[in-house]
């Protein structure tokens, strides 16, 4: 799916209100990611940052306002669809790359492929292609637990971008890393999307990471606060 | 930063003439500010009259002639020295973006907007430096210096991250007094 007007953003937000509970995560938020544009999301520890990305991916539904996709409003499309688009259109990483423990890696990376009705071969030989991007072709047949972190986080990068989606949504990647293979995994991420056109929804705490984007969302108390404005003027 | 020790430490590696050393210097500190070529001389001058250096002989290389200059065993002892020797941790407490908070606190001005627009710069020169430092072919210099000052900025920006959110009670003390 492709936006019909190449002005329009790719995935739009309007409004979003979600609480947990008697708890509002969302008190009315907007945003906008263009076609192959890294969108960083930040704020602090309880600012609505995932619940933004979870709505935003479909896995949940929110509370009020409207989600556009290719100018489509998803929010409230039935769950088959929803979960079709997920699975096509869609890549997810999470803080903990949330791999299969009990498959290899190039078998959890080959897995989206063979959701999606894919021969064996060929997944396989996709999956691998996509490990050797990330520089971890070498430790395909090791299970999660015998990864590194930052190994296994470059494993599921590989998972998200395997199907080619348009759109990974990103939740802390590099937030159980240390600061150089979270950059590492930072700059393979950045590369590939880039690389492919894709557009990446990126949430997280961290300055440096988030300078890996495009632009900046601030996130607090569930509201935009501002949006990292590059026309403020500096003076020299 | 002393760019008499730094001038020290091109030569360690071998005799060299003053333009080479500029060369040289703005390759591995590409994010310095370049030497000047006077700036250069004299230091290279001051570093004979103190013995760290000595003249080498004259490199003509089908152009002008040029005087090449190589450390002294003094030189090279003072390099090991101030290579080795610990720099004061920096408090860095009289910062101008400290400062202009409080003033702004203190004239009754907007702190928040100040700190918001200066976060967005700062985001804005962290995304530049991301990106030399990330561009195929980046070399280590240029990745070591960028990743210092992006450390830098980032630590100004958690700062001002911090501040903002105590802007509320920091406003109530400096009104106080």
Redesign the interface.
Known sequence: MTADNSTAPLLAARGLVKAHGRTEALRGVSVELAAGEILAVTG?SGSGKSTLLHCLAGIVRPDRGAITYGGERIDQLPEARLSELRRTEFGVVFQFGQLIPELTALDNVALPLLLAGRGRTEARASAGEWLERFGVRGQQELRPGELSGGQAQRVALARALVTGPEVVFADEPTGALDSLAGEQVM?AL??AARESGTSVLLITHD??I?????R?VILRDGAE??E???A?E?SR | MSTRHILLGLLAAGPSHGYDLKRRHDERFPQARPLAYGQVYTTLQRLVRDRLAEVDGTDADGGPERTLYRATEEGAAELARWSAEIAPPAPFVANEIFAKVVVAILAGGDPERYLREQRAAHMARMRDLTAVKTAPGADLSTVLSADYALTHLDADLRWMTTTAARLTSLTAEVDHR
Not at chain 1, 210 to 214: E, K, R, S
């Open positions: 602090p700059t950045a590369h300055a440096r988030a300078a890996y984007a495009d900046e606060v501002a990292g404005a590059d403020v500096v």
